[in-house]
């Protein structure tokens, strides 16, 4: 099968999506990832191996963090970085995504990171460029956020070592959610035997079960027993509307509380990608409690950043 | 040809250093021969001696040619070093090109007074002004064939021969 991603030797050229990822490929950049990481911890927290490559964060949806983890990834990497938040530059005069992209290349752009409103866009862009161009999805509409899955992944290995044994549950609006497809492919292809999705009807794919996850609409059966709880963000926007009732009404029957919290193993961790909504799809007290790796998946987010980086234009020569 | 025995080398070595070792000094095992050594040795040496690892993938000239190739454990000096005496330790020194990638990572830890290089084997390869201050023995080899530091079923190193098509 085509895979956009690998070029003709069947290295990684492009990162678009978590499927079509080897399982080796994926624990190749965990493993990667894991070095990067001891660089954060250091004085000079720089390496040279990206000096002379210029990395371009192509934004045409607002994100903060996202955009700040890649970029201190890429400078912590020795490479020159250009933020461009198309969102208000040249896309609203009119320009096409691939003229945008094009007139970057024509400035000896190495690495474009891109997220887009539509599903599709970083794919589209990708088979466009020449080969010695990598693109980076970070995101793009419902479909897709690998670097995202990435280091979810990375965080699950660093608590829970082994993925073979373990119980997942992923908590919120699956149906908007780039980060849980991005999941689910990841732990499927780790070898994660149980992954639940908690939602409510109306915040659930059609035919999700056929990703290989149980379904559950009850958040207290869902959470029994499991080791991971992966909390998602409710954007506010689908707050009104036919969707969701209230904030409130979701707090109460979808909300992370403790005594939910201590329904799954007592070893159990919270993840949440960020920008949490305290109140609404997280208990503050749960959120800042000794089982939440919030913080910790920010600072992983970064050395797995680094190590896709790496491998996509160490892998190229 | 006949390989020198690992283990008497090994052995000199540590004597070697031991006889450089005060309390400003650090040694620090270049992945994975060099920390293979340092392992071995660390036990016998003078008490208390600071350590270190260091894997040089990050920083080696050949990145654009040779891609990444992450197979070892990450660098780790957990001590300081600014002012002290390093003993870089690695098993085969050829060309040069580990010991200047593992220097740039060094100085990226801190600024230590001296660095010593000390190594089992010089393959009379040098490309760069770096060499040796320690070597046990010379030997001369041909450019596709490399000296490879390995324990055999009996916990003993012994040095293995590999040809590349190269």
Redesign the interface.
């Given at each position: 099968m085509f895979n956009p991603q690998l070029n003709s030797k069947g290295n990684l050229n492009h990162l678009l999506s978590i499927e079509g990822l080897s399982k080796e490929k994926i624990i190749?950049i965990l493993?990667?990832a894991?070095?990067?990481?001891?660089?954060g911890e250091?004085?000079?927290k720089?390496?040279?191996?990206l000096r002379g490559k210029t990395v371009c964060n192509v934004f045409f949806e607002n994100s903060t963090r996202t955009r700040t983890t890649f970029e201190i990834a890429a400078k912590r990497l020795s490479a020159d970085v250009i933020n461009l938040n198309v969102a208000t530059s040249s896309q609203s005069k009119g320009e096409t995504i691939l003229d945008t992209i094009n007139n970057l290349i024509a400035m000896n752009a190495d690495i474009f990171i891109v997220r887009h409103s539509s599903s599709g866009a970083a794919h589209f862009i990708a088979s466009h460029v020449k080969p010695n161009i990598h693109i980076i999805n970070a995101g793009d509409g419902n479909h897709s956020h690998p670097t995202q899955g990435l280091l979810d992944a990375f965080t699950i290995r660093k608590y829970k070592t082994h993925f073979n044994k373990l119980k997942v549950a992923i908590v919120g609006d699956i149906l908007h959610s780039r980060v849980a497809r991005s999941n689910i492919h990841a732990l499927n292809i780790l070898g994660v035997p149980e992954i639940r999705v908690i939602a409510p009807k109306t915040l659930l794919p059609y035919e999700i079960e056929k990703l290989g996850v149980h379904v559950f609409h009850d958040i207290d059966k869902g959470l029994n027993d499991v080791d991971v709880i992966m909390m998602l963000r409710i954007q506010n926007e689908r707050m009104d509307g036919v969707m969701l009732p209230s904030q409130e009404e979701y707090f109460k029957t979808y909300g992370l509380n403790q005594t939910r919290l201590d329904l799954a193993k007592k070893d159990a961790i919270v993840m949440h990608p960020g920008p949490m909504n305290r109140g609404v799809e997280i208990d503050s007290a749960v959120a800042d409690s000794e089982q939440s790796v919030i913080l910790p998946q920010v600072t992983f987010g970064i050395a797995v950043r680094m190590a896709v980086m790496?491998?996509l234009?160490?892998?190229?020569? | 040809m006949t390989l020198p025995n690992a283990e008497n080398l090994i052995e000199t070595l540590k004597n070697k250093i031991n006889d450089l070792i005060d309390d400003k000094t650090v040694l620090v095992g270049v992945q994975r021969g060099g920390e293979l050594i340092l392992q071995k040795i660390l036990p016998s040496l003078k008490n208390n001696v600071a350590t270190g690892s260091i894997?040089t993938?990050?920083?080696?000239d050949d990145?654009?040619?040779?891609?990444?190739?992450?197979k070892?454990?990450?660098?780790?000096i957990d001590t300081e070093i600014n002012d002290k005496h390093i003993i870089l330790i690695d098993d085969v020194f050829s060309t040069g090109r580990t010991v200047r990638a593992a220097m740039?990572?060094i100085f990226?830890?801190?600024r230590p007074a001296k660095i010593t290089l000390a190594v089992l084997i010089d393959r009379n390869e040098q490309e760069l002004p770096i060499s040796p201050q320690i070597y046990i023995e010379k030997i001369s080899l041909n450019k596709n064939q490399h000296l490879e530091l390995k324990l055999d079923e009996n916990k003993k190193f012994i040095f293995q021969l590999k040809e590349s098509l190269v």
């Open positions: 190749q493993d990667t894991e070095s990067f990481l001891k660089i250091r004085d000079v720089k390496v040279p191996i790496a491998i234009v160490g892998q190229h020569s | 894997d993938s990050f920083y080696r990145f654009s040619s040779r891609g990444l190739k992450v070892n454990k990450p660098s780790k740039n990572e990226d830890y801190g």
